[in-house]
């Protein structure tokens, strides 16, 4: 063990201070010195190392900060210190000058060209999926040997029947707020048997199947990209084209097939249940009996209203199935891509589902069915 660090300073008139460092200039001693030299007032000329020991990269980064930061020249320093302080020296990143930042429109305007080639280039790969989707389809009808049943009944179960409860809790919940809050604003017109329109055509035509789809989206959609990304990424699906087999006919048509047949019948069962829990609320707050509720219902809420959820209900399950399957498709490298996957893919079936929930609308609105 050597002396503990220390230095010593010297005046010299004008021209500055010398100092003079001694004893081992090392982790275990150098640390209790730091804050004396930054406490260092006077113009240090120069740095004397002649009375210094051992010097290990701690010591030289002190002693090159000092001398950079006084402008001053190291002396009688030994070979073995001047090689540790030049390299330290060469890792000083202090000057280096940071990179300029563009101001913020042309942040904003990048970000947003990013995110639109982005958009498209997921269009586009959807539909080659799409494409892809149609050509396995069509194998299959023309060897049907080949479809597997017992995985197409297995997700039946899992997006159709597993998703009952939620569903149902859901929508009972959103047939008694839109009544209620139907009631509240049709009261001040003395209205109030108008409610039952008001409950009847929106659960029907709308957010019966429209809700579905987003719940659909955000139990199934998710599950999809998660478990056909989880395959990717333990490299099941490369196994199953190695020896033979179709990934699209073995993971996505079971899938697609599930959620196209099963979302129709989970949407009839979200409108009768959201109607119901209108019923229940016309029943205690507005002194409505169900049987009047059920009669009103017939006779305005047109037969019309509910093809167009018929119809709606297959397209959005699609949407929500491709989306999910092409997602999970498109994890590569890690486990966070499968999050990052999943979060696009309930992303993108939302908001595809709306967007197309728009298109319908008005394009029913202007065939005759509005």
């Known amino acids: 063990m050597g002396a503990p660090a220390d230095f010593a300073i010297e005046e010299r008139g004008e021209t500055g201070a010398v100092l003079r460092f001694s004893g081992n200039l090392d982790i275990t001693t150098i ?12 113009n240090v000329a120069l740095i004397d190392m002649a009375d210094a020991g051992h010097i290990d990269t701690v010591g030289a980064w002190v002693v090159y900060r ?31 000058v940071p990179p300029h930042r563009p101001n913020v429109i042309n942040r904003v305007l990048a970000s947003v060209g990013e ?31 080949r479809i597997r049943w017992a995985a197409t009944v297995r997700h039946f179960e899992l997006v ?9 809790l859901m929508s009972f919940l959103i047939g008694i707020v839109i009544a209620q809050q139907g009631a509240v604003q049709l009261r001040q017109f003395g209205a109030e048997v108008f409610t039952v ?28 990209a ?7 990424l333990t490299e099941e699906v490369d196994a199953m084209r190695t020896i033979g087999v179709s990934p699209v006919e073995a993971l996505v048509l079971p899938r697609v097939t599930a959620a ?23 029943w205690i707050v507005l002194e409505i009996p169900p049987a009047t509720f059920i009669v009103r219902i017939q006779e305005v809420v047109p037969i019309t209203d509910f093809y167009v959820g018929m119809i709606k209900a297959p397209v959005f399950g699609l949407i929500i199935a491709l989306a999910g399957c092409y997602q999970g498709m498109q994890v590569r490298g890690n486990a966070e891509e499968v999050g990052s996957r999943t979060t696009a893919a309930v992303v993108q079936a939302i908001f595809m589902v709306i967007v197309l929930d728009a298109f319908f609308a008005v394009f029913f609105t202007e065939v005759g069915w509005g």
């Open 260 to 282: 196209v047949l099963m979302m129709p019948l989970l949407g009839f069962y979200s409108m009768i249940v959201a109607m119901i829990g209108g019923a229940f609320l016309c």
């Open 226 to 232: 998660a478990q056909i990304g989880t395959m990717k």
């Open 160 to 168: 159709g029947v597993s998703a009952l409860g939620i569903v149902g």
């Open 66 to 96: 000092l001398a950079r930061d006084h402008r001053c020249e190291i002396v009688n320093l030994s070979e073995s210190g001047g090689r540790l302080v030049e390299a330290v020296g060469r890792s000083d990143i202090s000057d280096v």
């Open 31 to 42: 640390a209790a010195l730091d804050k004396r030299l930054k406490a260092i007032s006077q």
């Open 197 to 224: 329109n008001l409950v009847g055509r929106l659960t029907i035509r709308e957010l019966g199947v429209l809700m579905t789809a987003i719940m659909v989206a955000g139990r199934s959609g998710s599950a999809f």
């Open 115 to 145: 995110a639109t080639m982005l958009a498209f280039g997921s269009m586009l790969g959807m539909l080659g999926f799409f494409g892809a989707l149609v050509r396995s389809l069509l194998s299959l009808i023309a060897h049907p040997r």
